[in-house]
């Protein structure tokens, strides 16, 4: 059974710094592309950045492009997204996921198999 695990949500301010985890089970982090999305209330679900099983390569939205950082921990099993310079549209409820595609570009949210719960972030300004 695969589960994927977010934590490390809450609250800062404008500005600041957060660190997401995905924990991983029932699949290695190193054979699935792993991508993170955001979701507020009424509107849809958004690519924030994404590692590809080959190589590592990564993904970003435009909009969090050079503040953002998705890495990934094979021994640990987990994909990590490293949150600088907070903006208040940056929050959402985050989630982690995992698809068997190879994305050569950012990958819809039909493409991935396995998701997350989410974690609530919240930027104050």
């Known amino acids: 059974q695969v589960q994927l695990v977010e934590s490390g949500g809450g609250l800062v301010q404008a500005g600041g710094s957060l660190r997401l985890a995905c924990a991983a089970s029932g699949l290695s982090v190193n054979s699935y592309t792993m991508g993170w999305f955001r979701q507020v209330p009424g509107k849809e679900r958004e690519f924030v950045a994404h590692?590809?099983?080959?190589?590592?390569?990564?993904y970003y939205a435009d909009s969090v492009k050079g503040r953002f950082t998705i890495s990934r921990d094979n021994p640990k099993n987990t994909v990590y997204l490293q949150m600088n310079s907070l903006k208040p549209e940056d929050t959402a409820v985050y989630y982690c996921?995992?698809?068997?595609?190879?994305?050569?570009?950012?990958?819809?949210?039909?493409?991935?198999?396995?998701w997350g719960q989410g974690t609530q972030v919240t930027v104050s300004s």
């Open positions: 590692i590809n099983w080959i190589g590592g390569i990564t």
């Open positions: 996921a995992a698809s068997a595609l190879y994305g050569s570009k950012p990958l819809g949210t039909g493409s991935y198999r396995y």
